[in-house]
T-cell receptor, first 115, second 118 residues
Framework: DTEVTQTPKHLVMGMTNKKSLKCEQH?????MYWYKQKAKKPPELMFVYSYEKLSINESVPSRFSPECPNSSLLNLHLHALQPEDSALYLC??????????????FGSGTRLTVV | AQKITQTQPGMFVQEKEAVTLDCTYD???????LFWYKQPSSGEMIFLIY??????QNATEGRYSLNFQKARKSANLVISASQLGDSAMYFCAMRDPYSGGGADGLTFGKGTHLIIQP
């Protein structure tokens, strides 16, 4: 299994809602990542997990809360989002904390719209 | 800090022609890794090719090759015999050892929107 699976593929939520994005991989990768990609922009790194330990990105607002329940799963909990948070959210994983020639495997993303 | 520069916002290429997508980078590290990804309109990021800073040979993967000029800090992607299905955004990226937490995230360039015309 060489995939990273993200659910849901599309999500529309109100500014007072609480929702979660999910990411799953079964490649034995021990590093997982969340990226945010606005339209016509490159992906920007939000959070990094290595061996289920979080590396905080201090520029990310607290309304985004990551969680790594185990080495295969990564969640992104969303609360009180703003319309400007509408974007494609990409999950990725890599071997042993650094992506070498095997690279980083990305999921197909969740398109989030905040209304 | 790492920086990736892609100077071609968009390119139009005739089908079957070769195309070169430019990428320059800036880093003070001696060891680094460079990646190219393809992103169709559906959104998924598809890994194309990787070049390590100590690799002596230019990387190749099928129709994709990487023209790596270390002294000039450039890592251009060459697509031979372009096909209609190559139409997509292409991102050059570098492993960022300053992501923190014992794992390296990726820093991306702004991308090039490639359109292959029949």
């Amino acid at each position: 299994d060489t995939e990273v699976t993200q659910t849901p593929k599309h999500l529309v939520m109100g500014m007072t809602n609480k929702k979660s994005l999910k990411c799953e991989q079964h490649m034995g990768h021990r590093a997982m990542y969340w990226y945010k990609q606005k339209a016509k922009k490159p992906p920007e790194l939000m959070f990094v997990y290595s061996y289920e330990k979080l590396s905080i990105n201090e520029s990310v607002p607290s309304r985004f809360s990551p969680e790594c329940p185990n080495s295969s799963l990564l969640n992104l909990h969303l609360h009180a989002l703003q319309p400007e948070d509408s974007a494609l959210y990409l999950c990725a994983s890599s071997q042993a904390g650094t992506g070498g020639a095997d690279g980083y495997t990305f999921g197909s993303g969740t398109r989030l719209t905040v209304v | 800090a790492q920086k990736i520069t892609q100077t071609q916002p968009g390119m139009f290429v005739q089908e079957k022609e070769a195309v070169t997508l430019d990428c320059t980078y800036d880093t003070s590290d001696q060891s680094y890794g460079l990646f190219w990804y393809k992103q169709p309109s559906s959104g998924e990021m598809i890994f194309l090719i990787y070049q390590g800073s100590y690799d002596e040979q230019n990387a190749t993967e099928g129709r994709y090759s990487l023209n790596f000029q270390k002294a000039r800090k450039s890592a251009n992607l060459v697509i031979s015999a372009s096909q209609l299905g190559d139409s997509a955004m292409y991102f050059c990226a570098m492993r960022d050892p300053y992501s923190g937490g014992g794992a390296d995230g990726l820093t991306f360039g702004k991308g090039t929107h490639l359109i292959i015309q029949p």
